[in-house]
């Protein structure tokens, strides 16, 4: 639904413009360009692949990762907090927008300057026959001013801008609450798919050392004349066929303990030795509460960011159209001069001047209607960002929830897999050994065995990932305190001092 913004941004006519000043300086400043209104969207009323819900409590998603129950992961969260790169750029973007909002104030309130100078002065006048000069003696000659000016702001132009720098700032922070959410699922989603890996290698490794226990028995039946030379290499090839799985996913497993240590602001080898000790794939506790999908509107930070930032640019549009409209600044001055600088304010000259100025556009070619045409279209833009930030959310936690709810069911059917077929490899070998079955069916049942325990693993992963997809797409990051008032860097020996021109030179 396409947000209901008044348009009022018509260029007043310069014959009027006498009328229009004295009573907008009786009844006051005016804005002009359009008042900004939320959008209103048509969303569903529940989620499709959830049960049926209330609206979800502030509570809700706090600290959602405990649900996966793993201390190492909740300490790497929060030390990724505190030392991420990309957190402390969003901290820095808070104080640049701060600082913005500031000049934006500034400029609603009277401005003054001091203007004092000490010159050296001689004059030569001709003679009344003027053929030669009458010279007088060089003198001093010290002045100090005082200027001052305010801006009347009438038709709302600072206000504007002040308006739109302040949504900027609230932007900035939604920005700051976006990339925490990030932060925080990257962390979990690379901790559980290293702890995968982890479990998977140990896996392959116990698999292949069974394999080469059967390749041990088969050389033995073999050399004993009850096995053929082709069972023997069949059970080496399987079991070298194992151990090569090996490489590949320490090789991921590696790269998943890097990339973690790079989310906490460390070098990449800093977590390797800490990783190091298997431990259980994480297992989430659920379910989460989805609440009903307006939810998304307040708890996902990018869909907050996104109104804001049309809060923002619809402001705009206000600075833009008040420049169609004449600009009147009251100005003053005093400003004294005297031979010495004790006689200044008493023994001296002294002048004053006060008064109001008052700019009007009169031609431009265009320019100032053409920068209102960009402003309304960098609105309409940010507003169909919104709307697609929107439907990006729903279609996040929709999917989120299904691949969830399937991959549980998934990993309940490989579980069942996994069980039989390690039962079907005890007995086969068994049999095996009293030859009471063929060197066939053992090696199929542990080929079978560790496909469907390894694909167990994998989806044990999966439930992880979703659960910390589904958590992300609901809009749960960061809750905790963060500070962003500290700078990165801390500037010293910036008063005035010496240059050493030697440093600046690229030559040397």
Request: a neutral charge.
């Amino acid at each position: 639904m396409t947000p209901r913004l008044s348009r009022r941004h018509a260029r007043p006519a310069v014959p009027a413009l006498s009328c229009a000043l004295l009573a907008l300086s009786l009844a006051g400043c005016a804005v002009v360009g359009p008042d900004y209104q939320a959008p209103t969207l048509g969303l569903p009323t529940q989620w499709m692949n959830a049960p049926k819900q209330s609206p979800a409590a502030p509570h809700d998603l706090t600290r959602w990762w405990a649900g996966l129950r793993d201390r190492t992961l909740d300490a790497l969260i929060e030390e990724a907090v505190a030392g991420n790169l990309d957190v402390a750029a969003a901290k820095a973007r808070i104080r640049e927008a701060r600082a913005a909002r500031k000049q934006a104030i500034a400029a609603l309130f009277p401005t003054a300057e001091s203007t004092d100078s000490l010159t050296r002065n001689k004059t030569a006048n001709s003679a009344p026959s003027e053929t030669l000069p009458v010279r007088y003696s060089p003198y001093t000659l010290y002045q100090a001013g005082f200027d001052a000016s305010f801006e009347l702001d009438l038709f709302g132009g600072n206000k504007r801008s002040l308006e739109a720098s302040t949504r900027g700032l609230e932007a900035s922070f939604d920005d700051l609450d976006s990339t925490l959410l990030t932060l925080v699922g990257d962390v979990a989603t690379y901790y559980a798919e290293a702890r995968g890996y982890q479990a998977r290698i140990a896996l392959a490794k116990r698999t292949a050392a069974s394999m080469r226990s059967t390749a041990a028995l088969t050389q033995s039946k073999f050399d004993a004349g009850s096995a053929s030379a082709v069972d023997v290499a069949k059970a080496t090839a399987q079991a070298a066929s194992t151990e090569a799985n090996i490489p590949s996913l320490t090789t991921a497993y590696v790269e998943a303990v890097h990339r973690l240590a790079l989310l906490l602001g460390r070098d990449p080898t800093a977590l390797d030795a800490r990783l190091k000790r298997e431990v259980p794939i994480p297992t989430p506790r659920l379910p989460l509460r989805a609440g009903i999908p307006a939810d998304v509107l307040s708890r996902r930070p990018d869909v907050r960011k996104a109104e804001r930032q049309l809060a923002q640019f619809t402001a705009k549009i206000g600075v833009a159209t008040a420049a169609l409209y004449p600009d009147v600044s009251l100005t003053g001055n005093i400003s004294t001069s005297a031979q010495k600088a004790g006689d200044l304010g008493k023994s001296s000259t002294i002048g004053w001047s006060y008064g109001p100025s008052v700019t009007v556009p009169i031609f431009n070619a265009g320019n100032l209607l053409a920068a209102v045409e960009v402003a309304e279209a960098q609105r309409d833009e940010y507003y169909l960002s919104f709307r697609s930030t929107v439907l990006t959310a729903l279609e996040d936690v929709e999917n989120a929830l299904v691949a969830l709810s399937e991959e549980r069911k998934r990993a309940a059917k490989l579980g069942e897999s996994a069980r039989n077929y390690g039962e079907a490899t005890r007995l086969s070998r068994a049999l095996y050994q009293t030859g009471s079955s063929s060197f066939l069916d053992v090696l199929d049942a542990e080929r079978s065995a560790y496909s469907a325990e390894d694909s167990l693993l994998q989806s044990r992963v999966a439930i992880a990932t979703d659960y910390v997809a589904l958590a992300k797409a609901l809009g749960g990051g960061w809750s905790g305190p963060v500070d962003v008032s500290k700078p990165e860097i801390v500037d010293v020996g910036t008063l005035p001092h010496p240059v050493d021109f030697r440093v600046m030179d690229p030559v040397r």
